[in-house]
């Protein structure tokens, strides 16, 4: 059986970064500042949509949003 806190911390570090990505999309949100990517006809706009998409698809989503981030200031 692996050791829990090899299990354990994986999992804090992409909790504390899915809840930075909420927090600051949060802070950004309805400013000019305003974190959004869109893939075609898909957007990604609310800070909401960001935490969702960051829990399922952390490795894809994460990297995306910072992308996102530096973009809009």
């Known amino acids: 059986m692996p050791d829990p806190l090899l299990i354990a ?3 804090l570090i992409v909790a504390a970064l899915v809840v930075w990505v909420y927090v600051d999309a949060s802070s950004r949100a309805g400013t ?5 990517a869109r893939i075609g006809t898909f957007s990604i706009e ?3 949509q ?11 989503f994460l990297p995306l949003y910072l992308v996102a981030r530096r973009e809009s200031g």
Do not use: K, S
């Open 50 to 60: 960001w935490l969702v998409l960051c829990i399922v698809l952390m490795i894809g």
């Open 32 to 36: 000019p500042r305003q974190v959004v």
């Open 9 to 11: 911390v994986p999992v």
């Open 46 to 48: 609310t800070p909401l």
